[in-house]
């Protein structure tokens, strides 16, 4: 059967929140900046397979629009 406590249920150490809000901020920084390198990734990609541009283009295109992106963001 079911226990009933009247008592509090979070008996733990207190919640560290500075420590919470740097951590949720550096998730929030890698989901942002890897989100726009994968964009990035597949456009060069297609830059690269789609049209007459080459490896050597689209790794510089890469590059290029990383740079911009992180500059942007």
């Not at 406590?5 to 919640?15: D, I, K, Q, T």
């Not at 789609?50 to 590059?63: H, P, Q, R």
Request: proline content about 1%.
């Amino acid at each position: 059967m079911a226990e009933h406590h009247s008592g509090p249920v979070e008996l733990g150490a207190e919640m560290d929140y500075a420590e919470h809000d740097k951590t949720y901020s550096g998730f929030i920084k890698v989901a942002k900046y890897g989100s726009m390198s994968i964009a990035v990734l597949m456009i060069c990609m297609a830059a690269g397979f789609f049209t007459k541009a080459g490896f050597f283009f689209s790794t510089l295109l890469f590059i290029v629009l990383n740079l911009i992106g992180f500059f942007v963001l």
